[in-house]
């Protein structure tokens, strides 16, 4: 886990999230991989999150895609190059420019986004090219355009350790965006008077800092900021002076701000007045107030509508653009900032232009000396696989992203790319649920391997950087789509040797004709050389040419970049939209964990990573389990008229009645039947285009198992044969949670199909319909499988290490059977911190028997969160509970 900072040490980015934070990577003699936090990037500061510190754990190429393949067999690069332009040119030519589509990714660096967006509205002469960051921050992106004129984030990170009042609404930091939350941690710390004020339907770990948690109902944040705009003028509170001299629109938002009472407004939020007048009351007194947000915002049929009533109170405050203060959108991916600013959506020209904008159009044109330049938005994601579904596109190029498990109405991904008639798939990984659908999969560079630009979410523009060798032939995505271009004729304008003559382009391309009226300008970058391009150091944009990179913020003093230059306030349309629909009983929200990332096609492949949860899961309150006759640990089926999905219940509290939460990592990779947005309806936000993923209506029953099993194998088993299946990575092999409906089934046989032929130790138990089973091969055990007609209790965190442990004694092979250590042994429990692989039962015993009543004492004891503290929160409820159980003792 640690890591010197030896000669063979580089600086580059972390490729998670939007945080952006820098790693020190180290590599050994031995091809390992090591990282620690880069004590001297800003985003950071040295510190990195459970994801970010098992990066090193992610890099081997195990499941890689080392060669290009054409229809599943490998081949040479030419031939797939060659095929892939010949089939965009033959579609083009016979259906137009708009039959053909690129869907990239906020994986993706700056360079691939440039040339692929320059390929397709330059060259192909299309707008056909969307990210998946469609699905993340696109309504933050439509607010921020319609209210500033551009897709500015006016902020920076420090300014939500300066706040004295931080909003967090729909964003689960602490398990999201760890390394800024515990920013926000230290800033309190040092400052108890900052107050946090959580808004947020579920009851999430980001809650441990919140002076105040606002459980507000889904979607309805808009009648929230509306009543605050309201009161802010009842009470005097507004900055008339910024409302005057820098914007436009006031009237009219005030206006339909005012027309609910508050005794409305506490209906449509599900707020208490009360509590509603001690946060407006709150907001009225404190001037340095940010206003953190992310996916609970954006993903709404209202999300830029959201964005806006958010947007209106900073602008009508003027609390925006100065130290401390400001609406700021946070992002989920780590160059989703990078892809806004190259226009790679469908309805953006590269650096911040708008198709739209005749100027623009004539500037990028003129720039790329292209022989075309489209005029019309292109299909957002949603519409953009509709069109593929029925037919519309021809051949479509998949970059980076995995859309039949991470697009809404996933099952009709998968028939659209079925019916496709040519799919090219570029990843790094061999098998994904969209590689099952390539015609071409190219193999593309992964993390470690590929160099270029990130930008995060505060506009910081870092480096990935190269410090591991390419695997069999991959190659870098900018270079792949550059290879086509040529072979469409366009080799005059995609001839880059290299990715930093991608990024000089880029840059100049930013500072063209730019007089100050466009905000992204990173002129300064674009006589970068080759060795300053390598030694690139962070830096905040603007950064234009001639001047010296410094930390910026938008809009102090207005400067807009509408045509008068003033902000536009926003009279939001849906107040209090409807989408959840009554002939269904429940409304599920969906969200990430800790210790995954999307599809887990890389945090997957750490056992570390997969200690903590370890199987898909529906957060259900237990009163509704209760309803519903569901027992804790039991199965569960979650259905809608778009498909159905089957789980393991959690029973808590953390969740309101009626409303159940379930993470979207899971894929066919990892389970039977997880992908969440088979469920979620493709509704989207009318300006934005963004799905709303949070507010789906559903329905749930008790999933009839006979029996449910638990397995630790050394190999990887065929689990076709099981109603229910979730597989995890664990050290020296997998874990494997089962169920099966045929009451029939054949004990001996599933342990086979599980463990396979060796030396057994099995154990039945009639009367209770038990059976046990450890296979060993010598003094190592190949697998242990139990079967149960009820969930099958044993020490799961005990036993993934067995796998790694000699087994040759008779004691040792019946603690297996037995599923837990004997009296010598500790059953360590559930996972909390995985850094240090500490379970909640050591945590409980250093708080009940050693004393430790506080986060640095449990520290102090156990090393539980003293590295990357992304568990500090969960430690902290362990506290909660225990000592408040030990101080009424
Ligand atoms: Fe990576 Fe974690 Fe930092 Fe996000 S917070 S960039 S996942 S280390």
Same mark, same amino acid.
């Given at each position: 886990m640690t890591v010197g900072r030896g000669e063979n040490t580089i600086k580059t980015t972390c490729p998670y999230c939007g945080v952006g934070c820098g790693i020190l990577a180290s590599t050994s003699e031995e091809g390992g991989v090591s990282v620690l936090g880069d004590p001297e990037h800003p985003a950071n500061f040295g510190r990195l999150c459970s994801k970010g510190s098992a990066l090193g754990e992610t890099t081997d190429w195990s499941d890689r895609l080392l060669y290009p393949e054409i229809a599943g067999t490998r081949t040479h690069w030419d031939h797939a190059l060659d095929l892939i332009s010949s089939k965009f040119s033959d579609a083009i030519a016979a259906y137009g420019p708009d039959s053909v589509a690129f869907y990239i990714s906020g994986q993706l660096l700056t360079e691939d986004y440039y040339v692929a967006n320059k390929l397709m509205k330059g060259y192909i002469g299309s707008a056909n090219i969307d990210t998946n960051s469609r699905l993340c921050m696109a309504s933050s992106v439509a607010g921020h355009r319609r209210a500033f004129g551009t897709d500015t984030v006016p902020g920076t990170y420090e300014d939500l350790e300066?706040?004295?009042?931080?909003?967090?609404?729909?964003?689960?930091?602490?398990? $999201?965006?760890?390394?800024?939350?515990?920013?926000?941690?230290?800033?309190? =710390?040092?400052?108890?008077? @900052?107050?946090?004020?959580?808004?947020?339907?579920?009851?999430? @770990?980001?809650?441990? &800092?919140?002076?105040?948690?606002?459980?507000?109902?889904?979607?309805?944040d808009v009648a929230l900021f509306e009543g605050l705009l309201a009161y802010l003028k009842e009470k005097n509170g507004l900055n008339e002076e910024y409302i005057a001299a820098y914007t436009t629109g006031f009237d009219a938002a005030l206006a339909a701000a005012s027309h609910y009472s508050l005794a409305e407004i506490s209906v449509e939020t599900g707020l208490e007045i009360s509590d509603l007048e001690e946060f407006y009351r709150l907001c009225l007194k404190t001037e340095k107030t940010v206003t953190v947000y992310s996916q609970g915002v954006n993903q709404s049929i209202a999300g830029t509508d959201k964005v806006s009533a958010i947007i209106n109170c900073h602008l009508a405050t003027g609390r925006i653009g100065r130290e401390g203060m400001g609406p700021f959108s946070i992002t989920g991916q780590p160059n989703a900032m990078g892809g806004r600013e190259v226009g790679g959506m469908a309805n953006m020209l590269a650096c911040h232009m708008d198709i739209e904008n005749a100027d623009h159009r004539s500037i990028t044109q003129r720039f790329w000396n292209s022989p075309m330049i489209v005029d019309k938005p292109g299909l957002k994601a949603v519409d953009l696989f509709r069109a593929i579904r029925d037919g519309e596109i021809k051949a479509v190029w998949i970059m980076g992203t995995n859309p039949v498990d991470s697009l809404p109405e996933a099952d009709l991904v998968k028939e659209a790319l079925e019916t496709c008639p040519f799919v090219v798939v570029s990843d790094i990984v061999q098998r994904t649920d969209t590689t099952a659908y390539a015609d071409v999969a190219l193999p593309s560079e992964g993390w470690g391997e590929k160099e270029g630009l990130v930008t995060n979410s505060e506009r910081r523009i870092s480096r990935q950087q190269r410090f591991l060798p390419s695997p069999g032939e991959a190659r870098a995505d900018w270079w792949q789509i550059a290879q086509v271009a040529k072979r469409m004729g366009y080799e005059y304008a995609f001839d880059f040797p290299d990715a930093a003559s991608v990024a000089r382009e880029y840059a100049a391309m930013s500072a063209f004709e730019n007089d100050g009226d466009r905000d992204f300008d990173i002129g300064a970058l674009s006589h970068m050389t080759a060795r300053e391009f390598a030694d690139f150091s962070p830096v905040q944009w603007p950064f234009k040419d001639g001047e010296n990179p410094r930390s910026t913020r938008f809009f102090t003093k207005g400067e807009f970049y509408t045509s008068d230059r003033k902000a536009r306030f926003q009279v939001p349309a849906k107040r209090n939209p409807k989408s959840f629909n009554h002939t269904y009983s429940y409304t599920l929200t969906t969200g990430r964990i800790r210790d995954q990332w999307h599809t887990m096609t890389r945090t997957g492949k750490s056992?570390?990573?997969?200690?903590?949860?370890?199987?898909?899961?529906?957060?259900?309150?237990?009163?509704?389990?209760?309803?519903?006759? *569901?027992?804790?640990?039991?199965?569960?089926?979650?259905?809608?008229?778009?498909?159905?999905?089957?789980?393991?219940?959690?029973?808590?509290?953390?969740?309101?009645?009626?409303?159940?939460?379930?993470? @979207?990592?899971?894929?066919?990779?990892?389970?039977?039947?997880?992908? *969440?947005?088979?469920?979620?309806?493709?509704?989207?936000?009318?300006?934005?285009?963004? +799905?709303?993923?949070?507010?789906?209506? $559903?329905? *749930?029953?008790?999933?009839?198992?006979?029996?449910?099993?638990?397995?630790?194998?050394?190999?990887?088993?065929?689990?076709?044969?099981?109603?229910?299946?979730?597989?995890?990575? $664990?050290?020296?092999?997998?874990?494997?949670?089962? =169920?099966?409906?045929?009451?029939?089934?054949?004990? =001996?046989? @599933?342990?086979?199909?599980?463990?396979?032929?060796?030396?057994?130790?099995?154990?039945?138990?009639?009367?209770?319909?038990?059976?046990?089973?450890?296979?060993?091969?010598?003094?190592?055990?190949?697998?242990?499988?139990?079967?149960? +007609?009820?969930?099958?209790?044993?020490?799961?965190?005990?036993?993934?290490?067995?796998?790694?442990?000699?087994?040759?004694?008779? &004691?040792s092979r019946y603690e297996l059977l037995a599923g837990r250590p004997g009296a010598e042994g500790q059953d360590i429990g559930a996972i909390v911190c995985s850094c240090f692989s500490v379970g909640r039962n050591q945590i409980v015993d250093a708080v009940t028997k050693k004393g430790c009543v506080t986060l640095p004492s449990v520290g102090g004891c156990l090393k539980a969160g003293t590295n990357c503290g992304s568990c500090r929160s969960e430690i902290q409820e362990i506290l909660n509970e225990f000592v408040v159980i030990q101080a009424a003792e």
């Amino acid at each position: 886990m640690t890591v010197g900072r030896g000669e063979n040490t580089i600086k580059t980015t972390c490729p998670y999230c939007g945080v952006g934070c820098g790693i020190l990577a180290s590599t050994s003699e031995e091809g390992g991989v090591s990282v620690l936090g880069d004590p001297e990037h800003p985003a950071n500061f040295g510190r990195l999150c459970s994801k970010g510190s098992a990066l090193g754990e992610t890099t081997d190429w195990s499941d890689r895609l080392l060669y290009p393949e054409i229809a599943g067999t490998r081949t040479h690069w030419d031939h797939a190059l060659d095929l892939i332009s010949s089939k965009f040119s033959d579609a083009i030519a016979a259906y137009g420019p708009d039959s053909v589509a690129f869907y990239i990714s906020g994986q993706l660096l700056t360079e691939d986004y440039y040339v692929a967006n320059k390929l397709m509205k330059g060259y192909i002469g299309s707008a056909n090219i969307d990210t998946n960051s469609r699905l993340c921050m696109a309504s933050s992106v439509a607010g921020h355009r319609r209210a500033f004129g551009t897709d500015t984030v006016p902020g920076t990170y420090e300014d939500l350790e300066l706040a004295d009042l931080l909003i967090l609404v729909g964003s689960n930091l602490a398990w $999201c965006h760890p390394v800024l939350y515990q920013r926000i941690v230290a800033a309190k =710390a040092s400052r108890p008077e @900052m107050k946090v004020v959580l808004v947020e339907p579920r009851l999430t @770990m980001t809650n441990d &800092i919140a002076d105040i948690h606002l459980p507000i109902r889904f979607d309805g944040d808009v009648a929230l900021f509306e009543g605050l705009l309201a009161y802010l003028k009842e009470k005097n509170g507004l900055n008339e002076e910024y409302i005057a001299a820098y914007t436009t629109g006031f009237d009219a938002a005030l206006a339909a701000a005012s027309h609910y009472s508050l005794a409305e407004i506490s209906v449509e939020t599900g707020l208490e007045i009360s509590d509603l007048e001690e946060f407006y009351r709150l907001c009225l007194k404190t001037e340095k107030t940010v206003t953190v947000y992310s996916q609970g915002v954006n993903q709404s049929i209202a999300g830029t509508d959201k964005v806006s009533a958010i947007i209106n109170c900073h602008l009508a405050t003027g609390r925006i653009g100065r130290e401390g203060m400001g609406p700021f959108s946070i992002t989920g991916q780590p160059n989703a900032m990078g892809g806004r600013e190259v226009g790679g959506m469908a309805n953006m020209l590269a650096c911040h232009m708008d198709i739209e904008n005749a100027d623009h159009r004539s500037i990028t044109q003129r720039f790329w000396n292209s022989p075309m330049i489209v005029d019309k938005p292109g299909l957002k994601a949603v519409d953009l696989f509709r069109a593929i579904r029925d037919g519309e596109i021809k051949a479509v190029w998949i970059m980076g992203t995995n859309p039949v498990d991470s697009l809404p109405e996933a099952d009709l991904v998968k028939e659209a790319l079925e019916t496709c008639p040519f799919v090219v798939v570029s990843d790094i990984v061999q098998r994904t649920d969209t590689t099952a659908y390539a015609d071409v999969a190219l193999p593309s560079e992964g993390w470690g391997e590929k160099e270029g630009l990130v930008t995060n979410s505060e506009r910081r523009i870092s480096r990935q950087q190269r410090f591991l060798p390419s695997p069999g032939e991959a190659r870098a995505d900018w270079w792949q789509i550059a290879q086509v271009a040529k072979r469409m004729g366009y080799e005059y304008a995609f001839d880059f040797p290299d990715a930093a003559s991608v990024a000089r382009e880029y840059a100049a391309m930013s500072a063209f004709e730019n007089d100050g009226d466009r905000d992204f300008d990173i002129g300064a970058l674009s006589h970068m050389t080759a060795r300053e391009f390598a030694d690139f150091s962070p830096v905040q944009w603007p950064f234009k040419d001639g001047e010296n990179p410094r930390s910026t913020r938008f809009f102090t003093k207005g400067e807009f970049y509408t045509s008068d230059r003033k902000a536009r306030f926003q009279v939001p349309a849906k107040r209090n939209p409807k989408s959840f629909n009554h002939t269904y009983s429940y409304t599920l929200t969906t969200g990430r964990i800790r210790d995954q990332w999307h599809t887990m096609t890389r945090t997957g492949k750490s056992s570390r990573l997969s200690q903590h949860l370890a199987e898909p899961f529906v957060e259900i309150h237990p009163a509704d389990a209760e309803d519903l006759r *569901i027992k804790e640990a039991e199965l569960v089926e979650i259905y809608n008229d778009h498909g159905s999905i089957i789980v393991r219940a959690l029973l808590t509290d953390r969740v309101s009645q009626k409303s159940v939460f379930l993470p @979207m990592h899971w894929t066919d990779q990892f389970a039977s039947n997880a992908r *969440i947005n088979c469920l979620v309806p493709a509704n989207t936000d009318p300006y934005s285009g963004q +799905p709303a993923s949070k507010n789906v209506p $559903c329905l *749930i029953k008790r999933f009839t198992a006979s029996y449910y099993g638990f397995a630790v194998t050394r190999e990887k088993p065929n689990l076709s044969k099981f109603d229910y299946w979730a597989i995890a990575k $664990c050290d020296g092999g997998w874990r494997i949670e089962l =169920a099966i409906e045929d009451r029939t089934a054949d004990y =001996a046989e @599933m342990a086979k199909d599980i463990l396979g032929a060796g030396e057994i130790l099995d154990y039945q138990d009639q009367r209770k319909g038990e059976y046990r089973i450890a296979v060993f091969d010598g003094g190592d055990v190949k697998g242990v499988f139990y079967l149960s +007609p009820t969930p099958v209790s044993v020490s799961r965190s005990w036993l993934v290490n067995q796998l790694c442990a000699s087994h040759e004694s008779k &004691i040792s092979r019946y603690e297996l059977l037995a599923g837990r250590p004997g009296a010598e042994g500790q059953d360590i429990g559930a996972i909390v911190c995985s850094c240090f692989s500490v379970g909640r039962n050591q945590i409980v015993d250093a708080v009940t028997k050693k004393g430790c009543v506080t986060l640095p004492s449990v520290g102090g004891c156990l090393k539980a969160g003293t590295n990357c503290g992304s568990c500090r929160s969960e430690i902290q409820e362990i506290l909660n509970e225990f000592v408040v159980i030990q101080a009424a003792e």
